[in-house]
């Protein structure tokens, strides 16, 4: 009998441990039932929300705690719209004051963004690491969203943040895996788990990041804004899944040269 792979590989972070491998996003959705049965679709465990927005009662963000269900789901508050690690460290604490009024006292988890350009939206990694130090010390599990830096996330990793969050290319654009041999690096040298964050835009990406030893991929922009969100949500679900099977399976490793399946023995002369 396959064993269900989904309760032997779990996904730690700090101290929690989640089944599903797919985090995803509150924002861009037309409608709240079109986001309510996109996180159902998906499968996930963890959702993001940003703290700004959800205070300023931005479209879409407008009633969104009383909205979800958060007996089901896990918050992820984030400081997006944060230019700088002072505007981050007190973001992120109204963020915990967040997760507590939705009933997870014990919540002490914050995606870290410091992103002080608005075109590119490229994190500061100088602001990120100040940042991440701060609330580490206070006792914050840290999933901080960086570039694709190898030194950098080691350096992370070394502060006390609970996972790294490396880009696949910039937000919302769904170039896929442009910085495919960096998160490699980053993978392999990372004692945390390694989420893909940013740029993924369809399954067989998703799948791509899986494979290649990603603990996770974080998607928003490529379900909500997808023609059919809900099936979306499904086919991203179904493709992390499968890569990280195949991750655990161990791929055929690429040769130069061609290598017949059948036997050399006994062929008709």
Request: with cysteine.
């Amino acid at each position: 009998m396959v064993p269900n792979l989904a309760l032997i590989d779990g996904l730690n972070i700090g101290n929690k441990v989640f089944q599903s491998r797919i985090l995803t996003g509150t924002g861009k959705y037309k409608n709240e039932r079109i986001m309510k049965e996109s996180l159902y679709s998906s499968e996930c465990e963890i959702v993001t929300v940003a703290v700004r927005r959800v205070q300023a009662s931005e479209l879409g963000h407008d009633g969104l705690m009383e909205t979800i269900d958060w007996s089901k789901y896990w918050m992820l508050p984030n400081t997006a719209g944060c230019k700088n690690a002072e505007e981050a460290v007190r973001v992120a604490k109204l963020g915990r004051e967040l997760a507590k009024l939705s009933g997870q006292e014990d919540n002490n988890f914050v995606k870290l963004e410091v992103i002080p350009d608005n075109k590119y939206l490229l994190p500061d990694p100088f602001g990120t690491l100040e940042a991440a130090e701060k609330l580490v010390r206070d006792g914050f599990t840290v999933l901080p969203y960086i570039n694709a830096d190898p030194l950098l996330a080691k350096r992370l990793e070394e502060v006390g943040c609970a996972t790294v969050m490396p880009l696949g290319s910039p937000i919302g654009s769904a170039q896929g895996l442009k910085n495919h041999a960096n998160i490699g690096l980053i993978i392999e040298n990372s004692n945390l788990p390694v989420i893909v964050d940013a740029g993924i835009g369809v399954p067989s990406e998703a799948a791509q990041a899986m494979e290649m030893g990603a603990a996770a991929v974080l998607i928003n922009s490529a379900i909500a804004l997808a023609q059919d969100p809900v099936l979306m949500a499904e086919a991203m679900s179904k493709a992390v899944k499968a890569g990280r099977q195949a991750f655990r399976a161990g791929r055929l490793p690429i040769k130069a040269e061609a290598s017949p399946s059948s036997p050399k023995k006994g062929l008709v002369t």
